[in-house]
Structure formats: structure tokens, C-alpha cells
């Protein structure tokens, strides 16, 4: 990090969960720093959000990093050029590395004496896709393919940043799922309730996976009272052994969901 003026901050957590097998380890991160703050932006005393995806490899490298999503284009170069850099321990299934989906948030914060920096609007600060049961629970570390026909639900850990108000409130959500080919259906949606003063709330779910959903890459996209907030990405194949994820990833030139 550069300097004592203000705070940038991750939210990235790839780990093993709790439910998995002891041979089904999520990616560990064990290098790479957040991107360094726009002196413009810090000038400003603006803040912002960066949700990107891509890939870990095999090798544990980073691949196809894009953004999905940002809640101010002047945090955007800084982002992917510091998540290129990263690396990590690659994820393990029945003992073997495997390639597995990258959902990253990352999180520019200022540190600002007698008063906080603001969003423009609620924003994904971060979001852990796994596959899960029929009660939902997950079954497998976060950005492991969903397997179409063995995994009836995916399990979404959500960290939803906000703007500071100080009184509680709610506000509805509305999560859609989005199709390779770009259909999209609804499915999840709550009134999330803000405590006072809140700058982030954490919250999870469970959503089924449809019969008619085809392999591919697919995402989830999160509206806040009718306001695009962001999402993340995961993927679905039949057969992910025989699944070409790499090949799969939707390139910027060829457009991501917005």
C-alpha cells in the first residue's frame, strides 16, 4: 500500500470449505498487491469498487483478468494491472490441480479524519461462488465447476458495499442469473435490511439450477433497488473434464454482460 492518506482494501476469500473433502482445496492466494489509488481520485476523496473475473490456472497464475463491473471507470486500469500480478497456490480436486473461476473485488478506501468517503450507490465489494446441495449448502471451494446434473444448487457469500446513512433502512434485491446465450431469469430475491451507519452488509444465499441451463460460462448479476450493482461469474458443464473454460471465457472485445 502507498502512503498513510488512505486505506485500499481487498475482499478475496479462496479457501477450503468446510463441507468439501480434505483433497478438495480452494486456490491460495501467496502473492500480489491491490492496485495503487488514483492520485486524481484520493485528490478527489473518491471511492470505488472494481469487480473483475477471469481464471486461476493450474499453474496457480491469473489468466483473462476483465472487468465485470465498476462503480468509477478511474479505478479500473490500477485494478487489473494489480491482479495480473497475482498469484496462487492452484486449487485442488481428488488430489490433481484444476483450473478454476476468479470473481475478485477490489475495494479503494480513504481514510479520511472526521468523516467517511462515500459510494456513488450500492456496489459488490465481493461475491464466492460454489456449487451446493439441495439445501444449499456448499459442496465444494468457491470458483469449482458446477457440475449440471450432480449440483442442483450454487451457493452464493455476498459482501455488499454501501453509502454510510444514518438511519437503518431496507432495500430490495433482485439477483438474475445470466446464460451464455445471454437469457436471463430471476433467481433470488429479499429486502436486505441496512443497520445505521453500515458501510457493508454480508449476506449469503442459494439459488437452483434450472433443467434448461446449458454449459458454459454463466453469471450473476445483483440489482439494488432497481440499480445494476454488480455480480460475479461461474461456470456449469455436464462434463467440466471435458469443458473447455479457458476457451469459454468471454473476452471483453466480445462483450460481458451489462
Do not use: C
Not at 499453474?59 to 485494478?79: I, M, N, Q
Not at 445494476?228 to 456449469?236: E, I, K, P, R, V
Amino acid at each position: 500500500m502507498k502512503g498513510p492518506a488512505f486505506l485500499a482494501a481487498i475482499a478475496l476469500g479462496f479457501g477450503l470449505s468446510a463441507s468439501a473433502p480434505a483433497q478438495n482445496v480452494g486456490a491460495q492466494r501467496i502473492a500480489g498487491e491491490v492496485g495503487e489509488y488514483p492520485e486524481t481520485l484520493k485528490m478527489a476523496q473518491t471511492q470505488g469498487d472494481v469487480l473483475l473475473i477471469g481464471r486461476i490456472d493450474r499453474t496457480g497464475a491469473v489468466r483473462d483478468v476483465a472487468v465485470l463491473a465498476t462503480s468509477h471507470e478511474g479505478f479500473v486500469d490500477s485494478a487489473l494491472a494489480a491482479a495480473k500480478l497475482w498469484r496462487f497456490r492452484p486449487a485442488i480436486k481428488d488430489g490433481k490441480p484444476i483450473e478454476i473461476a476468479l470473481n475478485l473485488g477490489m475495494r479503494f478506501r480513504l481514510q479520511l479524519e472526521n468523516r467517511r468517503g462515500q459510494l456513488p450507490r450500492p456496489m459488490v465489494g465481493n461475491v464466492d461462488i460454489s456449487p451446493a446441495d439441495a439445501s444449499g449448502k456448499a459442496t465444494a471451494p468457491e470458483g469449482f465447476p458446477v457440475r449440471k446434473g450432480v449440483d442442483p444448487r450454487i451457493f452464493a457469500d455476498v459482501l455488499l458495499d454501501v453509502s454510510v446513512n444514518p438511519q437503518a433502512h431496507t432495500v430490495p434485491l433482485n439477483v438474475e442469473a445470466w446464460s451464455p446465450g445471454g437469457r436471463r431469469a430471476e433467481v433470488y430475491s429479499t429486502e436486505l435490511l441496512i443497520p445505521a451507519n453500515s458501510t457493508e452488509l454480508k449476506f449469503t444465499f442459494s439459488a437452483a439450477i434450472g433443467p434448461e441451463w446449458e454449459d458454459g460460462v454463466w453469471f450473476l448479476r445483483f440489482f439494488v433497488a432497481d440499480a445494476d450493482a454488480g455480480g460475479g461469474m461461474f461456470w456449469l458443464a455436464k462434463d467440466p473434464s471435458k469443458f473447455d473454460f479457458a476457451a469459454k471465457m468471454p473476452r471483453p472485445k466480445a462483450g460481458l454482460p451489462n
